[in-house]
């Protein structure tokens, strides 16, 4: 890995004397003339034409100080004219034409390159050096460039794709982009130089297809236009898991579990002691109750802990299940805790390169689909339970105002409730409509397309990149003023920009599409968000029967 080395520039002061025209001076023109004229054409080039003319007038001294200007200007002055006075002498001409040769190939070296002058001073100084040096030490390693030499050489061709250009590639530049024409179908060119990449380099570079920056047109065959990345291995794939990040995920795991718990609590709200009901409810309540007060009520709140948990536990299996045969390694899950829900779903990073766009969307949309389905069952035979009255001694009384949360979820349970059962202050229902009432408001929220989500990574692979960018703006701006999700939204919007905000990094092959019921399932399901974080709103409740809406 090469470094810059320290180094300092110093300023140039030049002085032009005035000397007379000698038989010396002509002497050594010819000989500058000899020495710099072309070898093909044998003319001396333009710069050095305008030199010679004006050689005999003015001759130019580099000074390395900068105090002594005028007594160094007189030194230089009577050396010149010393010098005309021995060139009348033939014998110390001759005696001295070695000594004038030799004076003659410095004063040429100096006046044939331009002055570099600093008006300012050195141009780096010390620290900006050792800056740049310490950023090539802890920036990552760049691609060799006698291997891109190599790999042109073997790989690239005729035949395959035809490099006129290479650019950096990668997040600091530490790759090489190979723009060029394509010469086949770019799946079966990729395969091929891929296959070559290999037997070339061993498992040296990871190798991208992407479509070409700035790209005037479509390529003639169809579809983008394509460049192909060259990243080391080391730099381009993930890190392996540390210690520290297990212990993270276990910590977080833990908490999740204690919030879970604490939701299953706070479900059964009318059976509390009141001074405890009193210190979760009143703003102005200042001393806390008994915590063992809620010891007895631990036990009833597990099937809802347990439903919550469940969930999310689903969620992350179908996230491994869809990885596995495409040979897709993935991270330990880091889950979220939250006591209004239970949980916000976990982070889960891709520990391996995706091979395509095709196997991007299928494991993004496998975890919410495995967690909602969950979910869904257990929030209809909830419903199925809270009108059942063999059921009545497991019910709870939940505010209706929950089911105005959703719109989707708020009219289901008014076909399956009734009228009667909704347009009330609370509502008895099993335990199971919350735990997968939860389980679908966290799995339309882990699928909003933004960032690093499931559905963010899942229209990054089905729309592209540019198509990410206006989905997550649009739905930025949807949490900011609380149209989705509503009083979760702005909890929901600060943990996606502190968390999930950065898009996925590319695949390997992140050119394919990928087929049109990928991306007509994909839109129907953002559809299904939409409506499942879509508020009611009063004048719909209203008239729906939903909960009981005040009006002033």
């Known amino acids: 890995m090469g470094t810059l080395t320290s180094c300092s520039f110093s300023t140039v002061n030049l002085k032009l004397s005035r000397s007379p025209i000698g038989s010396s001076s002509r002497k050594r023109i010819e000989l500058f003339q000899r020495k710099n004229k072309c070898f093909l054409c044998n003319e001396l080039p333009k710069r050095e034409r305008v030199l010679v003319r004006n050689f005999g007038r003015y001759s130019c001294f580099a000074a390395n100080g900068n105090s002594d200007d005028d007594r160094e200007g007189s030194n230089i002055a009577s050396k010149d004219s010393n010098l005309a006075t021995a060139a009348s002498r033939d014998e110390e001409e001759k005696r001295g034409r070695s000594s004038n040769d030799l004076d003659l190939e410095k004063s040429a070296s100096i006046s044939s390159r331009p002055p570099s002058i600093s008006p300012v001073g050195p141009a780096y100084n010390s620290f900006q050096v050792d800056s740049f040096k310490l950023m090539e030490l802890l920036g990552p390693e760049k691609v060799d460039p006698a291997d891109v030499k190599l790999i042109k050489e073997k790989i690239f061709g005729y035949s395959t794709f035809w490099v006129t250009k290479e650019e950096p590639f990668g997040d600091l530049g530490e790759g090489i982009l190979f723009l060029g024409n394509l010469r086949g179908i770019r799946e079966a060119v990729f395969n091929r130089l891929q296959s070559q990449l290999v037997e070339l380099m061993d498992d040296k570079y990871n190798l991208f297809m992407v479509e070409e920056p700035n790209s005037e047109g479509p390529d003639p065959r169809g579809g983008p236009r394509v460049s192909f990345g060259m990243l080391r291995k080391e730099v381009s794939e993930p890190g392996p898991t540390t210690l520290w990040q297990y212990v993270i995920a276990f910590l977080l795991f833990l908490l999740t579990i204690g919030s879970s718990v604490e939701l299953g609590i706070s479900s059964q709200l009318n059976r509390l002691p009141p001074e405890v009901v009193k210190y979760f409810t009143d703003p102005n309540a200042s001393e806390p109750p008994d915590m063992q007060l809620l010891f007895p009520f631990v036990e009833s709140a597990l099937p809802l802990a347990y439903g919550v948990l469940g969930v999310q536990l689903f969620h992350e299996v179908g996230h491994f299940l869809a990885a596995f045969p495409k040979e897709v390694k993935l991270s330990i899950p880091y889950f979220i805790p939250n006591i209004t829900l239970g949980s916000f779903g976990a982070i889960t990073q891709f520990k391996s390169i995706l091979p395509d766009r095709k196997t991007q969307v299928d494991i993004s949309l496998a975890g919410p689909f495995a967690g909602a389905a969950l979910s869904f069952s257990m929030f209809t035979v909830g419903l199925l339970l809270s009108s059942n ?110 968390c999930q905000r950065t898009p996925e990094k590319p695949c390997l092959n992140d050119v394919t599409e990928v087929g049109t019921w990928r991306r007509t399932i994909l839109s129907v399901a953002i559809l299904l968000v939409v409506l499942t974080l879509l508020p009611l709103w009063d004048e719909l409740a209203e008239e729906l029967g939903i909960g009981l809406v005040t009006t002033f």
């Open 389 to 498: 009255p063999d059921a009545a001694g497991d019910l709870v009384q939940v505010p209706s105002m929950l089911f105005q949360g959703s719109l989707l979820l708020g009219l289901i349970s008014r076909a399956t409730l009734g009228y009667t059962a909704m347009h009330a202050a609370t509502v008895l229902v099993h335990p199971l409509v919350i735990a997968g009432w939860c389980g679908l408001t966290t799995s339309a929220f882990n699928m909003l397309p933004v960032g690093c989500l499931d559905g963010g990574r899942a229209v990054q692979g089905a729309f592209g990149k540019n198509a990410l960018i206006g989905f997550g703006l649009t739905t930025y701006t949807l949490l900011g003023l609380g149209v989705l999700g509503g009083a979760l939204s702005l909890p929901w919007g600060l943990y996606v920009l502190i």
